[in-house]
């Protein structure tokens, strides 16, 4: 991927270049290695973290992201026109990087932010409100990266 920092931060401007046709082969294949790197430093973490009790809101959450992650790529699938659609991959790949970065910012600020405001809350009431918000954040992120989808597929149409 070239050097400059809208190929990572600036959905437009990746938008703008996928409706162009000029994203390159191997800028694509950068976004599906940034996937893959995240995917599978999540599982080395949990892999690798030593947990003797899960707690049932932890196994919550780990189902829940699982479940919202395939129906989440169903959607987007259908998003971009489903079995009449073009390019799904070539499309999904980069706008998953830049929008999904804001995010995994935006989770991470949430997570500070319940720090401070569920001080005196017990380990349970932390973990829910954690999981109620990284399922929030995920929908909302496959709600964004949807309608990117469907509006590349859109001016893909009217061309």
Known sequence: MPGDHRYLWSTRFVWERLRAGTLSEAAIFGYFLAIMAFDWLQF?????TPHPNVSLWSA???WATFVMTL???IYLYMRNGGAKGERFLHRYFPLSVTVGWKFVVGFYAAMWFIGPTLAGASAEVRGWSSTLILAGLNIAMFW????????????ATAV
């Open 44 to 48: 080395t973490i949990i892999a690798t």
């Open 60 to 62: 919550v959450n780990s």
């Open 71 to 73: 129906a989440g790529l």
């Open 144 to 155: 964004r990266i949807g309608a990117q989808l469907a509006s590349l597929a859109r001016a």
